[in-house]
T-cell receptor, first 113, second 112 residues
Framework: ETGVTQSPTHLIKTRGQQVTLRCSSQ?????VSWYQQALGQGPQFIFQ???????GRGNFPPRFSGLQFPNYSSELNVNALELDDSALYLC????????????FGSGTRLTVV | KNQVEQSPQSLIILEGKNCTLQ??????????LRWYKQDTGRGPVSLTI?????NTKSNGRYTATLDADTKQSSLHITASQLSDSASYIC???????????FGTGTRLTIIP
């Protein structure tokens, strides 16, 4: 059974650019959730995708968007990057929409300069 | 507003010693609480998950307790090892919630 895989592990972007982060969910999981974790803070919920549809969104602006594919992998896209977007981006997959069975990936460290 | 308060914010102990981390929460409705361990720059790893009807749950050297009446939980680490150095985050939740609300956790450092 494979776990949650995120790519890339590290990324450096310039302010104003766009970025795409990727997540492969654990086998058998149809739900993917994305979190942003700033340095020294706990993870903050961005949004969740269930069966290719958005199922809940946190307090993030529209320039944060996502996709889920038929194989339940997912992408997080961030447009018009700002310095404050620098953070660890975590993906978690679960068997169903509820958060009970969450498994987290190792994250993508995004640095915006 | 749902809140989670953990104490202490940081803790340094000698290798081999025991320690207890505390968590007070005001999440309502409440149905389960989990403790996560997070190494720096890595994703959280679940240590224990307890439902509201459970008082204690162990996972190796980690033992979590829960008092749903007083809304308090603790995580006890026995015979600490250098690899226990990490942040420990208490996350109360309710079944049916699509998201988890994390606190900032306790930063534990084990020194030889």
């Amino acid at each position: 059974e494979t776990g949650v895989t995120q790519s890339p592990t590290h990324l450096i972007k310039t302010r104003g650019q766009q970025v795409t982060l990727r997540c492969s969910s654990q086998s058998g999981h149809n739900t993917v959730s994305w979190y942003q974790q700033a340095l020294g803070q706990g993870p903050q919920f961005i949004f969740q995708y269930y069966r290719e549809e958005e199922n809940g969104r946190g307090n993030f602006p529209p320039r944060f968007s996502g996709l889920q594919f038929p194989n339940y992998s997912s992408e997080l896209n961030v447009n018009a990057l700002e310095l404050d977007d620098s953070a660890l981006y975590l993906c978690a997959s679960s068997p169903e929409r509820e958060s009970y069975g969450y498994t987290f990936g190792s994250g993508t460290r995004l640095t915006v300069v | 507003k749902n809140q989670v308060e953990q104490s202490p914010q940081s803790l340094i102990i000698l290798e081999g010693k025991n320690c207890t981390l505390q968590c007070n929460y005001t999440v309502s409705p409440f149905s389960n609480l989990r403790w996560y361990k997070q190494d720096t720059g890595r994703g959280p790893v679940s240590l224990t998950i307890m439902t509201f009807s459970e008082n204690t749950k162990s996972n190796g050297r980690y033992t979590a307790t829960l008092d749903a009446d007083t809304k308090q939980s603790s995580l006890h680490i026995t015979a600490s090892q250098l690899s226990d150095s990490a942040s420990y985050i208490c996350v109360p939740s309710n079944f049916g919630n699509e998201k988890l609300t994390f606190g900032t956790g306790t930063r534990l450092t084990i020194i030889p």
